[in-house]
Structure formats: C-alpha cells, structure tokens
C-alpha cells in the first residue's frame, strides 16, 4: 500500500528529531547557553555558536519537513486516485529510501557531493510521482484534457 512509506518518513523524522534533541541539549550546555532563560530565535541562529557536527541533525530535520510535505501530499492524491500500486510504490518507496540515506549522509559525514546528488535523485522521484499523479487524475477525469 502507498500509505505505508508515509508512515516511514514520518516516523524516520521523529528518530531524526529525538537525534536533534539528544545532541543539541548537550551542545547547547557546553556553550553556556541556558534554554530557560532564552526565548525564541530564527532558525540557524545557534550556526557558528555550537559545534556544527552538533547543528546537523537540526538542519537535516528542517529538510525533513520541507520537500518531504510535497511528497505527502502526493502520495494521498494517489492513494484517492486509486492509483497507489505497481510503479507509484516502488517510486514512494526510493523517495523515501533515498530522504533516509541522505539524512544519514548528513548527520554523520555531512559530504556535500554525496547530500547533492541524493537530494536530486529523489527531487527526480518526486517528480516521476507528481507527473504519476497528474496522469491518473487527467484518467479520473478530474482535468479537462
């Protein structure tokens, strides 16, 4: 069922944000920064203030609910397109195959090279299901050509 890479973003995301969590706390301690006596900031603003090896799980969550958002919304149009199966599974599941190496890439190594080329592979994922998705609502009748 397409659904069910869904449910592994998103649970990938969470293991992605209890990482944050645990690293961030202890970086944020040894900069001398006490978060209750701070109030809010924009994001990237603890960049060059705690370690960066410290600041990449932070950033790869970002990344997790921004493009990913697109891919969801995809993927319940083609599950209410009844058009879940064959091809649109195996494409959701590299989609989120590939989020997950590259959150992988960038909380460990944080190789740029390697980040590029996984976030364009799965960019061009993304695309194969939106034009999946346009093709079975143009079936469905839902567009006029």
Known sequence: MILVP????????????ALMVAVRMPALRKAGIDVMKISGSRPGALDGVVADKAQWPAHNYMHLV????????????????????????????????????????????????????????SSFVLIALTVQAFRAAIHAGLLPF
């Open 66 to 121: 921004e493009q990913p958002t697109l891919f969801y919304a995809v993927i319940f149009s083609l599950a209410l397109l009844h058009a879940g199966g064959g091809i649109n599974a195996t494409l959701a599941w590299a989609y989120v195959g590939l989020r997950i190496v590259h959150s992988i890439v960038q909380v460990t190594s944080n190789r740029i090279l390697y980040r590029f080329s996984l976030f364009a592979l």
């Open 6 to 17: 869904v449910i592994v973003l998103i649970a990938w995301s969470m293991v992605i944000w």
